[in-house]
């Protein structure tokens, strides 16, 4: 396999995490150049992948003028910026990882789908959830037809309130008019992509959905609540305080410390509290400016008369992903943090059914201590893993696919949201593309 050279834009976590494939595998891959408009960030990129100072870029114009040559570009900066620069990468004839979401409009991704057509540019999305050991194992099973077709899928996202409090109640991805990405955009985007992709037997038509913030409301904060915890007469007794959850517990503190540029490891305590002082993250979870909901229902029709439920609830005490498909002769039951299910296969004899645990835990190669590949269960390494296949041209698996078939769980993000403000059925059958 010949050794692969990226471009890293938007030198942030996610294309970090992607990146770093090339410091476990420098013989598969090399980061020649980085691209971040903040010039702290491209430089931290630069100094983590050893790339000179000409190849380090605070605008992604100027790489673009200065021509260099490399296989693929990691696209990842943030949602409201993914149009912009995909259609400037794709418009140089770069190929691309692409994070999620690809974008939050459906004219902008037929615009993006459209343009890497004429460009002959290759997108892989990513996807993650995909690669992981556990979904690429239930679509193996599915394809192969053992269990018949697709007849229903009932998946299930729980957000542990740690992990929504941090990302979608006070983090980035709390307010659309910002970040452009609604919940079900930025978190299920990856489901409502298995239900397409596990289905892709067939394509979705008709979607419907649901969905509220209840919760995390200015009316449910105590009385006397401040907008800021530390001067909050509640902080002592409040689950949500900031103090707690941002500095003691620390959860996600490449979130947090975000506005801080410095690294991690060189803020101090002092700095930290003061930060909590004018930040959202020091704010009350009942009184930021969340503008989306924190919890949502889909239902999707498939053309082939299949169904399909999603349900994401942010705020649970657990953080779980669970799948139940029904096929015509047996069943795929389980949560993605067992890394295993249940196969259920119909026994015409005995008018029953047998029953199988495939337990990935005891066949997939991943080493558990090894923090650089256990994100996503796995599915970040193994994305970049299946990426140098793709990217030089070899056989991959079945989780790699052409921006085609990588689009229609955003199109039912699309409907489910237009559905959810008009109170409408949405027929998605002609805004198909490909
Ligand atoms: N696949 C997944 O499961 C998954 C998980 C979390 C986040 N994400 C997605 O990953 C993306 C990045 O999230 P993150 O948490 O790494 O964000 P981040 O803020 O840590 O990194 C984004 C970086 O992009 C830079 N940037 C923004 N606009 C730019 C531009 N026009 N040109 C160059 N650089 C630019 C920012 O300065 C920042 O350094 C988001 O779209 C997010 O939704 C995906």
Not at 199 to 205: D, H, L
Not at 226 to 242: I, V, W
Request: proline share 2%; hydrophobic share 35%; aromatic share 10%.
């Amino acid at each position: 396999m010949k050794k692969l050279k990226a471009v890293l834009l938007g030198a942030g976590n996610r294309g970090t995490i992607y990146c770093d494939y090339a410091l476990r595998k420098p013989e598969e891959l090399e980061i020649i150049a980085v691209i971040d408009t903040n010039g702290f960030r491209a430089a931290e990129g630069a100094k983590r992948y050893n790339i000179p100072k000409e190849k380090c870029f605070t605008s992604l114009d100027d790489f673009i003028a200065a021509n260099i040559e490399c296989d693929f570009v990691v696209n990842g900066t943030t949602d409201r910026y993914h149009y912009e620069t995909a259609m400037k990468v794709i418009g140089a004839g770069y190929n691309m990882i692409l994070e999620k979401p690809i974008t939050s409009s459906k004219q902008e991704l037929m615009n993006i789908v459209n343009l890497a057509k004429e460009k002959n540019v290759k997108i892989l999305v990513c996807h993650v959830l995909r690669y992981t050991p556990f979904y690429h194992s239930i679509k193996e099973i599915i394809d192969s037809g053992k269990i018949g077709k697709i007849m229903n899928m009932q998946l299930n996202e729980h957000v542990w309130y740690g992990h929504f409090v941090n990302s979608y109640v006070r983090g980035k991805s709390r307010n659309q008019a910002y970040s452009t990405s609604g919940l079900l955009i930025a978190k299920c985007c990856h489901d409502t992509d298995l239900i397409c992709w596990l289905n892709n037997a067939s394509a979705p038509s008709k979607v419907s959905s649901f969905g509220v913030k209840s919760f995390f409301t200015k009316e449910n904060a105590p009385k006397g609540a401040t907008q800021y915890c530390y001067e909050c007469p509640h902080k002592q007794s409040c689950m949500f305080n900031a103090y707690k959850f941002e500095i003691e517990k620390d959860f996600i503190p490449f979130y947090t410390w975000h506005g801080i540029d410095k690294p991690l490891n060189e803020i101090t305590l002092e700095e930290k509290a003061e930060y909590l002082k004018h930040n959202v993250y020091g704010q009350c979870v009942f009184q930021t400016d969340m503008d989306i909901v924190d919890k949502q229902t889909v239902s999707v029709q498939f053309e082939n008369g299949s169904l399909a439920t999603l349900n994401v609830v942010g705020g649970t005490s657990k953080a779980g992903r669970h799948i139940h498909i029904i096929c015509e002769y047996g069943e795929i039951v389980g949560y993605i943090e067992d890394n295993k299910y249940k196969l259920r296969v119909f026994d015409k004899d005995e008018i029953t059914y047998h029953e199988e645990e495939i337990d990935l835990n005891e066949i997939n190669d991943i080493d558990k201590d090894d923090n650089s590949v256990i994100g996503h269960y796995g599915g970040d390494h193994y994305l970049m893993q299946e990426a140098m296949k793709y990217f030089n041209g070899l056989s991959h698996s079945v989780c790699v696919t052409d921006i085609n078939d990588s689009i229609h769980g955003h199109l039912v993000c699309y409907a489910a949201e237009e559905s959810r403000l008009n109170s409408i059925i949405v027929d998605i059958k002609d805004d198909l593309i490909g």
